[in-house]
């Protein structure tokens, strides 16, 4: 049997995906506390994700937004990572805040910030280590916050989309 590149790129985009998730689940966590949600997303849900950045881009007047957009719909498939917010309890004053209790609720804790930032360096080393093309969108993340993509409550949401093709969509992007 022969098994031509093209015909496997959604397998394998899929496949590097996931194994994107394990290295971000695996990740260093503060206080050894996992807060992290992850998943990937592909077919409608994907579509879904980029009409949703181009809703947020026009009602905000960002242009990035609808940009980023058109490069989801080139990927394949986009992994998303994002929290839980959880009080550390270490009144460590990060966020701004002297103390845990004194942080709003909507004000995120610096260190779930942390962790979700080590989570997508460990992801996108897996990705690199593949070869994919990649790219952390802040854009593709708060709209799949705004779709709950990673559940209700989850915020922090980053978004890295996935593409096997002879150039990246990601970059000269115009």
């Known amino acids: 049997m022969v098994y031509d590149e093209r015909d496997i790129r959604k397998a394998q985009a899929l496949d590097i ?55 989801v719909r080139k990927s394949l498939c986009v992994a998303l990572v994002g929290t839980r917010t959880k009080l550390q309890g270490l009144n460590c004053g990060y966020c701004g805040f002297p103390t845990c209790s004194e942080k709003p609720q909507e004000t995120p804790c610096e260190v779930n910030a942390v962790d979700v930032g080590i989570a997508l360096g460990a992801a996108v080393s897996r990705a690199q280590a593949f070869g994919v093309d990649t790219r952390i969108m802040f854009s ?3 709209a799949a916050q705004q779709l709950s993509l990673l559940g209700e409550g989850v915020g922090q949401v980053y978004a890295i989309p996935v593409s096997i093709s002879s150039k990246s969509p990601f970059f000269d992007r115009g």
Request: hydrophobic content about 50%; charged content about 30%; aromatic content about 6%.
């Open 17 to 71: 995906a996931q194994k994107m998730l394990v290295a971000a689940r695996t990740a260093p966590k503060g206080k050894g506390v996992d807060v992290v949600e992850c998943a990937v997303v592909d077919g409608d849900d994907l579509e879904a994700l980029a009409c949703t950045m181009e809703a947020v881009g026009e009602e905000r007047g960002f242009a990035f937004f609808l940009r980023d957009a058109n490069c």
């Open 140 to 142: 593709a993340g708060l």
